[in-house]
Each structure stands twice: as structure tokens, then as C-alpha cells.
């Protein structure tokens, strides 16, 4: 009892002398003199005690880092911090428990003792003090308290910590998760801090870091380029270990591509594609490089791996949600094709990935501009480097800044690959081996309902989702427009329009079951008869104008003023304008005209300002007042006026018609 009394008498004179020692500890780190310099970098962080609250306050070791030694006062608060440390090494040596010594040698961390001597002697005497109280430990607290501060006493240092990398190839300014962990070897545990070296890489912060995720944006890509990354532990001593084995990725530069389209003399010429289109100003009805083969520089320009164009493939989607890759130049007799024949279980999609654009409308020297380029990664474009300097009226999606456009993101989502037609009980774009044709008259509610039931995130196409596909197929092709023109129809692989207007109407015939490979048109049949017309094919997306004209959601207009909503929940065919915006731009086309214009940054008709089958700009626009749908694309009986910018503003909201379809589009929940 005597011996308990004693000890409890001993840890209480214990406890008031580091109550004690920590006033007197903050006194002198207050006599440090900010105005002074050094170059050293702190090289510890400072455990704390379990029961104590976390405070942010700078440490010890930053406000040393600014001292002079060669001033009186510096060298005051040295001798005061030896004495300190002596001190230190005298409490610990009388320590009787574990939260005592944990105390001295917190404040032994808290000290700062990289330029201190006996420093060495000290940390081998807390050791020596800390091992002899776990010997005779009797609590688990003790047991932990002993164990978190002692651990980075000895003199081994930490083990190379493990790093895990998501990606081993970025695009210029793309980004990855790194994964920082200690090694399973590693006695150190948490009080372990990480440092980054990294080549090519960014990273917010690169110093003082703890286990877990981090953000690396590749840089410095002007050209196909590499980049590594590699990671070191530090203990709260400044202990560390050695630098891990790199991780090396392969950075991409940014690569974009589209054209620049001077409105006033209907030219345009490429940009980037590193042809010599990208030089030459063309008419629309010219030939371009990529109008009749797949074998030529701009189609394999767009076939490359970076370009969001050949990322355009189908897929097969099952009503669960699930996605699987299918052969791109497979017909429905492929054997790999069999389990989606016929199912009702499957739709035929193709991904439109994730990609940026550029897509603005300016004036230069009295005429005016529009520009659109798109990649699949972050870029810019400026405007004075590429010989507009000077320019003016700037609109669109885009920043300006200084003549530097900024991309702007457009989220990626699945497209039917054909287009939805009434089939009695099997609706939309399935793989289907028979010839199924439009044969009833479905309004916009009806598709909307009936995509809806094969899976909660299918829906029919809104307008944002029809313009993306409208945006990167002019980027391709090199212009905005998308009819044929004077050139042979037979041999332009972009001649939408070439249907056979004798063809009898009531017996379209719609053929699902067609790949294509690339972007071609086809024969389809249109009558019991030899009358035959064309079907066109965008990179495995069947008839994205001509066959029937589809209806798009979130959309409507009100005396040819356009309305917009991406919120499906507004989605609406019975009211004028609840959850909808206002765009403010109005479609002012005369019926049956051509359109020719844009709104800037939109792929919405703004006029018709003389679009003709001379000049390349045949895409038809059938706008009246009131309260409108909007269809768009074309059906077969419209001929040479079906097109992608093809508007048909004429229809109220409940119309039905057995000439009008529907293109499902998937986009999975978060």
C-alpha cells in the first residue's frame, strides 16, 4: 500500500512538471523571430495524444525554420531547448507510467531537435524507459500509449510505402486516382507522412501527405510524351525510407480536330487533321478527302484511338442494364449473334463517349465565323495563333479568354443503333431477323412509356443527346450540313437524302438487322416491288435521319420560340412551359425551306438564309406557330430535305402518325 502511495505521490509531481514544462515550452517557441531565414524544410509531423484534441496551429519545426542561428536570440532559445531536452532525458528516466513518458516524449517531438546535440542520447534514453514500462504493463491503454510513441524511436527507418496508380495512359490534362499505402511491413503505422516525385504529373500537393487517394493531372504534353511517379514514407523523426520502384504512364497530347466555317461565303476548311484539307477553303458541294473510301488520311484520322469518333461502337444492352461488346461487322446469322436474336430481352446500342467541344460563332473582318472542334480530353484553341486576331461578337460554348477558347464537356450516353417503330409488343431497336415496318400510330407518350419499360435509365433521345450526334457527325464530315449535294450519291458514303421518292409510302419497310462497317449506305426495300432506296448508316447508328421521323424529348416550341428541359421529370406533352427554359432562340424557317444557320453554340435552326441543293445546305425546316413538338430528321417521303438539322416544327404535341418513330438513348444512373 505504502509502495502504490509513493508511486501515485511520484506520477502527481510527474504530472505538474509537465504542466510545467509546457507553458515554459510555448514561451520560448514565442521568442522565435519570424523575420528571419533559413532553407531548411520541416521534416516531422507531431503525433498527438489520444485524449487530446486536435489543434491547428503551426509546428514547432516551421517557426525554427526561420531562424538565423548567428542572432542572440536565436541562440538563446537554442540553449533554452538543449536545456529542455536535458530535461526531457532527466523526466524520462524517472518516469513511472506509460501516460508520463508518452507526455515527455510527445514534447520531445513537439521540440524540434534538428539542430540540437545529445539528441541521440535523449531518444536512446526515452527507449530504454519505454521498453522497461512495457515489461511491466498492466493496461491495455498503457500498452497503446507506450506503442504510439515509441514507435518511430528506434532507428530503423519506415519501409517503402506501396503505390498504386488507375491509369497507365492519360491525355493531356486528364486525370487519375493515385493510391498511397504503408507497406504491411511497416512498424511505423500511422503517424507515417508521404512524399511525392513526380515527371510530367501535377498534383495539388506533393509533401506531408497521409495514406490515401490523390489526383494526378498529366502535363506538359505538347507531344506524345512519358511520366512517372514515385513515393517515400517519413516518420515524425524525419526518418526516411527509400523512394518506391516508379510507376511510368504514357501522357497523349490533347488531340482535337473540326473545321472552321466562314458563313458568308458558305467555305470551310479542316483543322488538324494534318491533310491538306486543313489548308484549303472548300465549297460544300467540293469533294473532301474522306466522302468516298475508308482509305484515305481523314477517315483514318478519325479512326484513331484518340478521336472520340472511333469510340462510337454498338453494344448489345439487356434490360438489367447490363452492356456487351458485339462484333462491329457481324449480321444477325454471325453465331456470336444468336443470343440477342429475336429476344426481347436485348436492345442494339452505340456508345457516344464522353468527349469536349469547342463550338462558337465570331466576326472577323466583316464576316462571320463558326468554329467546332471537339476531343476527347480537356483543350483550347486560340483564336489570335491561329490568324483571327481582332475578332469580335464571340458567342457559343466556350470561354474567351485573351483569344483562348476553352472546351466545354459533353456527357457520354448509349444511342439506339435503329430507331423505334410500332411492332406490336416488341418495341424499339431490337435484333430483329424479320422486316418489321411501321404499321400504328404511337404519340410521344406512348414511345416515352414504352422505352421507359425496358429499363428505369432508357428513355427516348432529348435534344442535347440529338445535337451531340449531329455535332460530331459535321465535325466529320467537315461542314455544317448534312444532306447529300450534286455529288454521285451511289459513291458519297454521306449521302443521307437519296430515297426513292416513287417508292409507295404505306409499305416502308424498316430492316433491323444491318451492320455496316464505317459509315455507308445501303439498299433497303421499300415496296413488294425492284423499288429500292438508300439507307444510311453513321458509324453503325442506322438511319439517324430518313426512314421515319423521331420524336425528341425535353423540347417544344411556342410560336417557334424553343423551349428546353434536361430534367426528365419535366418532360411534359400536356403543358406549355412547367420546368422548361426559355432559350430565347427562335427557329425561324418559312415551311418547306432549307435550313442554312445555327444558333451559336447550338445545333438548333436559327434560319434559312438561302440553304439550297446548289450550296450544300439541303437539311429541310417545317416551322409554324402555336404550341409545337419537334421531330426531327426526315422520313423517307421526305427525300432530299431529310437531314440531321432537319427540323419538323409543325406538328402539335399529341400528334400521331405512322410515319413517325423514335431513337431510344441509355445513360446509366450514378
Known amino acids: 500500500m505504502k509502495n502504490q502511495i509513493q508511486e501515485s505521490t511520484q506520477g502527481e509531481q510527474m504530472s505538474d512538471t509537465m504542466r510545467e514544462l509546457r507553458p515554459r515550452e510555448e514561451m520560448l517557441e514565442r521568442q522565435v523571430d519570424s523575420e528571419l531565414n533559413s532553407d531548411e524544410e520541416p521534416t516531422h509531423s507531431v503525433p498527438k495524444h489520444p485524449d487530446e484534441e486536435s489543434q491547428d496551429t503551426a509546428s514547432p519545426s516551421e517557426q525554427e525554420s526561420t531562424q538565423d542561428l548567428s542572432t542572440p536570440e536565436s541562440a538563446t532559445n537554442i540553449a533554452h531547448r538543449q536545456a529542455t531536452l536535458d530535461k526531457l532525458k532527466?523526466?524520462?528516466?524517472?518516469?513511472?507510467?506509460?501516460?508520463?513518458?508518452?507526455?515527455?516524449?510527445?514534447?520531445?517531438?513537439?521540440?524540434?531537435?534538428?539542430?540540437?546535440?545529445?539528441?541521440?542520447?535523449?531518444?536512446?534514453?526515452?527507449?530504454?524507459?519505454?521498453?522497461?514500462?512495457?515489461?511491466?504493463?498492466?493496461?491495455?491503454?498503457?500498452?497503446?500509449?507506450?506503442?504510439?510513441?515509441?514507435?518511430?524511436?528506434?532507428?530503423?527507418?519506415?519501409?517503402?510505402?506501396?503505390?498504386?496508380?488507375?491509369?497507365?495512359?492519360?491525355?493531356?490534362?486528364?486525370?487519375?486516382?493515385?493510391?498511397?499505402?504503408?507497406?504491411?511491413?511497416?512498424?511505423?503505422?500511422?503517424?507515417?507522412?508521404?512524399?511525392?516525385?513526380?515527371?510530367?504529373?501535377?498534383?495539388?500537393?506533393?509533401?506531408?501527405?497521409?495514406?490515401?487517394?490523390?489526383?494526378?493531372?498529366?502535363?506538359?504534353?505538347?507531344?506524345?510524351?512519358?511520366?512517372?511517379?514515385?513515393?517515400?514514407?517519413?516518420?515524425?523523426?524525419?526518418?526516411?525510407?527509400?523512394?518506391?520502384?516508379?510507376?511510368?504512364?504514357?501522357?497523349?497530347?490533347?488531340?482535337?480536330?473540326?473545321?472552321?466555317?466562314?458563313?458568308?461565303?458558305?467555305?470551310?476548311?479542316?483543322?488538324?487533321?494534318?491533310?491538306?484539307?486543313?489548308?484549303?477553303?472548300?465549297?460544300?458541294?467540293?469533294?473532301?478527302?474522306?466522302?468516298?473510301?475508308?482509305?484515305?488520311?481523314?477517315?483514318?484520322?478519325?479512326?484513331?484511338?484518340?478521336?472520340?469518333?472511333?469510340?462510337?461502337?454498338?453494344?448489345?444492352?439487356?434490360?438489367?442494364?447490363?452492356?456487351?461488346?458485339?462484333?462491329?461487322?457481324?449480321?444477325?446469322?454471325?453465331?456470336?449473334?444468336?443470343?440477342?436474336?429475336?429476344?426481347?430481352?436485348?436492345?442494339?446500342?452505340?456508345?457516344?463517349?464522353?468527349?469536349?467541344?469547342?463550338?462558337?460563332?465570331?466576326?472577323?473582318?466583316?464576316?462571320?465565323?463558326?468554329?467546332?472542334?471537339?476531343?476527347?480530353?480537356?483543350?483550347?484553341?486560340?483564336?489570335?495563333?491561329?490568324?483571327?486576331?481582332?475578332?469580335?461578337?464571340?458567342?457559343?460554348?466556350?470561354?474567351?479568354?485573351?483569344?483562348?477558347?476553352?472546351?466545354?464537356?459533353?456527357?457520354?450516353?448509349?444511342?439506339?443503333?435503329?430507331?423505334?417503330?410500332?411492332?406490336?409488343?416488341?418495341?424499339?431497336?431490337?435484333?430483329?431477323?424479320?422486316?418489321?415496318?411501321?404499321?400504328?400510330?404511337?404519340?410521344?407518350?406512348?414511345?416515352?412509356?414504352?422505352?421507359q419499360q425496358f429499363h428505369k435509365d432508357m428513355k427516348i433521345q432529348n435534344h442535347h443527346e440529338r445535337e451531340a450526334l449531329a455535332f460530331l457527325y459535321s465535325i466529320e464530315r467537315g461542314y455544317l450540313g448534312s444532306t447529300a449535294d450534286s455529288k454521285s450519291t451511289d459513291q458519297s458514303k454521306w449521302a443521307i437524302y437519296s430515297w426513292n421518292s416513287s417508292a409507295n409510302n404505306t409499305s416502308y419497310l424498316y430492316e433491323a438487322i444491318s451492320f455496316a462497317t464505317g459509315d455507308k449506305t445501303m439498299s433497303i426495300p421499300v415496296s413488294g416491288g425492284d423499288k429500292r432506296a438508300k439507307m444510311f448508316i453513321y458509324r453503325g447508328i442506322c438511319n439517324p435521319a430518313g426512314n421515319v421521323w423521331e420524336f425528341v424529348d425535353g423540347i417544344y416550341l411556342n410560336n417557334k420560340l424553343v423551349y428546353l428541359t434536361t430534367h426528365e421529370q419535366a418532360y411534359s406533352d400536356e403543358t406549355s412551359s412547367n420546368g422548361y427554359t426559355n432559350t430565347g432562340h427562335i427557329v425561324n424557317i418559312t415551311r418547306g425551306s432549307q435550313v442554312k444557320r445555327t444558333h451559336a453554340g447550338t445545333m438548333i435552326p436559327k434560319a434559312t438564309d438561302g440553304g439550297t441543293s446548289t450550296n450544300g445546305t439541303t437539311d429541310g425546316g417545317w416551322i409554324a406557330d402555336g404550341l409545337r413538338l419537334c421531330l426531327i430528321g426526315g422520313s423517307l417521303h421526305d427525300s432530299a430535305h431529310a437531314g440531321l438539322f432537319a427540323w419538323n416544327g409543325h406538328d402539335e404535341l399529341g400528334v400521331r402518325s405512322w410515319y413517325v418513330g423514335s431513337r431510344p438513348c441509355f445513360k446509366k444512373t450514378p
Open 90 to 451: 532527466e523526466l524520462a528516466q524517472a518516469a513511472k507510467n506509460a501516460e508520463a513518458l508518452g507526455y515527455i516524449i510527445k514534447s520531445f517531438y513537439e521540440l524540434n531537435t534538428d539542430r540540437l546535440e545529445r539528441v541521440q542520447d535523449t531518444r536512446a534514453a526515452l527507449l530504454k524507459k519505454a521498453k522497461e514500462l512495457q515489461k511491466t504493463a498492466q493496461e491495455a491503454r498503457d500498452l497503446y500509449i507506450l506503442t504510439k510513441y515509441t514507435q518511430t524511436l528506434g532507428e530503423n527507418p519506415p519501409s517503402v510505402p506501396s503505390i498504386r496508380f488507375s491509369h497507365k495512359e492519360l491525355l493531356k490534362n486528364a486525370s487519375g486516382e493515385l493510391e498511397i499505402s504503408p507497406s504491411h511491413s511497416d512498424t511505423h503505422g500511422s503517424n507515417l507522412t508521404y512524399e511525392l516525385l513526380l515527371s510530367n504529373l501535377a498534383a495539388t500537393k506533393t509533401k506531408d501527405l497521409e495514406a490515401g487517394s490523390y489526383t494526378l493531372t498529366a502535363t506538359n504534353a505538347s507531344s506524345d510524351t512519358s511520366a512517372s511517379i514515385k513515393a517515400r514514407a517519413i516518420s515524425p523523426t524525419g526518418a526516411v525510407s527509400e523512394w518506391s520502384k516508379p510507376i511510368s504512364v504514357k501522357v497523349k497530347a490533347s488531340v482535337f480536330a473540326g473545321f472552321i466555317e466562314n458563313i458568308d461565303t458558305n467555305k470551310s476548311r479542316r483543322i488538324n487533321t494534318g491533310t491538306a484539307e486543313d489548308n484549303l477553303w472548300l465549297d460544300k458541294v467540293q469533294d473532301r478527302l474522306n466522302e468516298k473510301s475508308n482509305d484515305d488520311p481523314v477517315t483514318k484520322f478519325f479512326d484513331r484511338v484518340d478521336m472520340p469518333h472511333s469510340h462510337i461502337k454498338r453494344y448489345a444492352l439487356k434490360n438489367d442494364g447490363t452492356l456487351e461488346s458485339i462484333p462491329q461487322d457481324a449480321d444477325l446469322s454471325h453465331q456470336a449473334m444468336q443470343k440477342y436474336k429475336d429476344s426481347a430481352l436485348w436492345q442494339c446500342v452505340s456508345k457516344i463517349p464522353e468527349h469536349h467541344i469547342i463550338d462558337i460563332e465570331f466576326a472577323y473582318n466583316s464576316q462571320e465565323y463558326l468554329l467546332k472542334l471537339c476531343s476527347l480530353s480537356p483543350f483550347s484553341f486560340d483564336l489570335n495563333a491561329y490568324g483571327y486576331q481582332g475578332y469580335t461578337n464571340l458567342s457559343g460554348r466556350g470561354v474567351d479568354k485573351n483569344g483562348v477558347i476553352s472546351s466545354v464537356k459533353v456527357e457520354g450516353f448509349y444511342l439506339g443503333s435503329w430507331e423505334s417503330v410500332s411492332l406490336g409488343g416488341m418495341q424499339g431497336s431490337f435484333f430483329l431477323s424479320s422486316n418489321p415496318k411501321p404499321t400504328t400510330e404511337i404519340d410521344r407518350p406512348s414511345f416515352r412509356s414504352q422505352t
